[in-house]
């Protein structure tokens, strides 16, 4: 399988991903503004979903830029992220009806930590397939975005038994800091292609 397919494949499922999400919104009862008052939480779980699957999409497109092939295990590696992601709608859906209780939140939690480790998996198999002087090896790094997602992903989960509203500032701390862009892939491929 070539790497186009790969990524188009996975395009195709995280385009799925963001649809099931949407269809679990559903309009208020009412046609005042008021009536918006209980959907809050289902629109303010997918807003943040929606940002989550977004980074992901985006970042898979540069890391699968960056690579020149993939491999059997890499197909694994990216089926197994697919799969944690493919878990985010219901678990969106769950924590947005039941506004954000203890439970449904630990368990969006335990998704995310669980997709960061998928993707931070896929990149070590992508990395250990080129070698470490590859162009995704040098744009990578230390991969330190990876790792303090990790890292904060881990606390977040017990603290949503504690104040679910501590794990959202953690959830929302990991996607700010992917949102910042990270140029490095980009640039690499650009002075390569010069």
Known sequence: MTKN??????????AVIITIMVLEMKPPQ????AALRPVTPIFLSYVLSFVFIAIYWNNHHHLLHAVERVNGATLWANLH???????????????GDDHFASCPVALYGIVLLLAAIAYYILV?????????ASTLAISIGSDRKGKISIAIYVPAIPLAFVRPWISWICFIAVAIIWLVPDRRIESRISRQDA
């Open 5 to 14: 397919r790969l990524e188009a494949f996975s395009d195709g499922v995280l």
């Open 30 to 33: 009412g046609a005042s503004l």
């Open 81 to 95: 992220l697919l799969f944690w992601l493919s878990l985010v709608p219901f678990t969106t859906a769950w924590m």
């Open 124 to 132: 070590r198999t992508l990395l250990a397939l080129h070698g470490k």
